[in-house]
């Protein structure tokens, strides 16, 4: 039997979703709120684990491209502390691949090949049990009706509340992102601060950390611990005030680390929300949720990597289960929330020990899970 699926959202869980179950030859649409794939600034860089995303690329079928595009030279991490001084300075041996990085827009494009994407398709309500399946309506008062439909729509989820109440709360820890274009001629001091992969440095209850992308592009996070207007005060749409407002946040600090504040042009807040980690819901018929909307957590690293094996093992499972679509989907989601529950507590005690009182708890998470 062929069942009507369709997945909401084309971020990473809801592309290899559709990219694992193409290659199994069921159809499947994918309801993408973003007018067009270069509408907005795709993010930053991801880098993507082993066992996680790569295993998702390999049962995608993409392992190969996404070797050829990455840069394993993108895994070096340093760190200093808020005087400067570099405490550690860590680079991957030759044939290290154990977590290399991508550029978000790269990887899209790499899901996304062959896949039919609907843009411009913003959900607003799912509702299950109608008789003729699960209602999908749309912001342009459009509406269609699956057998399945797969919230893939990230944090906010429009898919979420036919499922759960539950909604992220905020952790107390707050972003604010620049970027710097064209760094290694542009900004050549801080190129070398950051070397070929990210720089970390670390004071009480704040870090300033880049990442280089592809291309000379470079990634500025803020962090702090912070309620939630702390910047109530500050039009973030201003760059010299709100760099300013920033550079007084972090007062004291060395004047080559401050300098990572020195260039952006724009400042976006990035306040970190997450789901409770034993986020679980009562099944409901052809309806599910994958990565962010399933299990938002901080970001350290783990978010898109579950988000991608969430779509690839759903979809595994689809094509395993013909003519049991709801057995597949049932069996799926209790695999996820054991993994999801597991990763929220890493992730939950690694911000926790990365935005702290005392630095030094940075530096211990890193000697704990890197490799020397
Ligand atoms: C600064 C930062 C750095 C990070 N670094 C890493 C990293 O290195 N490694 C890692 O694994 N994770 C990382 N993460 C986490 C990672 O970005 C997320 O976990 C991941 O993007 C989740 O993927 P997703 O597909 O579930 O959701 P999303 O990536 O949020 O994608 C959701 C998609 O749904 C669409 N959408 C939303 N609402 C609707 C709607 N109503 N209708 C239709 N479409 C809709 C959106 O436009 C989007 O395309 C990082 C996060 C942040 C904030």
Redesign the pocket.
Known sequence: MRHRIAV???????LTFARVLHRHGRPVAV????PSPDSRPP??????HEGL?QRALDKAGLLAEFQALSRPEGQAMRILDAAGTVLRDWKPGPDERANPEIDRGQLRDLLRDSLDVRWG????RVVPGTGDGVLVQFADGRQETFDLVVG???????VRPAVSPVTPQYTGVT?V?TSLDDVDTRHPDLARLIGDGSVSVYGVNRSLVAQRNSGGHV?V?ARLRAPLDWHAHLDLADAEATRSGLLALFDGWAAPVLDLLGHGTAFAH?PVYVLPGSHTWTHVLGVTL????AH?MP?L???????MLDGAELAEAIAAHPDDLDEAVRAFEEQMWARAAGWSRITTAGLERLVSPDPAEALALFDQVQPS
């Open positions: 909401v959202g084309g971020g990473p869980a809801g309801l993408e709120r973003d993010g930053g860089t991801l880098d993507l995303g398709r913003e959900v607003t893939a729509d990230g944090a906010w989820s429009r972003a992102e990634k996070y990035r994958l990565g962010d909307a938002l970001p690293g783990a978010g898109a990597n579950l988000a």
